[in-house]
């Protein structure tokens, strides 16, 4: 097959155009807020920083729950007497 563009055309340096759910996402995850969460956030960049906030949150507490359980071996244990 042959090429008929012209050598000044720079094809590497076109941007694509994504429009639609059916579109290819190239390894981007895109994620849709509702209208009342993507008012709280102007961009990207807060969203993911609240989303990771309360990641350790959720990890911290996880953590401080394992933490507070007693451990004890005898727990579970068939006890005949």
């Given amino acids: 097959m042959e090429d008929d563009l012209r050598s000044e055309y720079d094809l590497?340096?076109?941007r694509v155009r994504k429009f639609g759910p059916e579109r290819?996402?190239?390894?981007k995850t895109t994620i849709r807020l509702e209208p009342d969460v993507a008012e709280v956030?102007?961009?990207?960049?807060?969203?993911?920083e609240a989303?990771?906030?309360l990641i350790r949150v959720v990890q911290g507490n996880q953590v401080s729950a394992l933490a507070?359980?007693?451990?004890n071996?005898?727990?579970g244990a068939d006890?005949?007497?």
């Avoid at 290819?24 to 390894?27: A, R, T």
């Fill in 12 to 14: 590497k340096s076109l």
């Fill in 24 to 27: 290819k996402s190239f390894g």
């Fill in 41 to 48: 956030f102007p961009n990207a960049d807060a969203v993911n």
């Fill in 51 to 53: 989303l990771r906030f």
């Fill in 68 to 71: 507070k359980q007693p451990h």
């Fill in 73 to 75: 071996s005898s727990e």
């Fill in 79 to 81: 006890k005949t007497s």
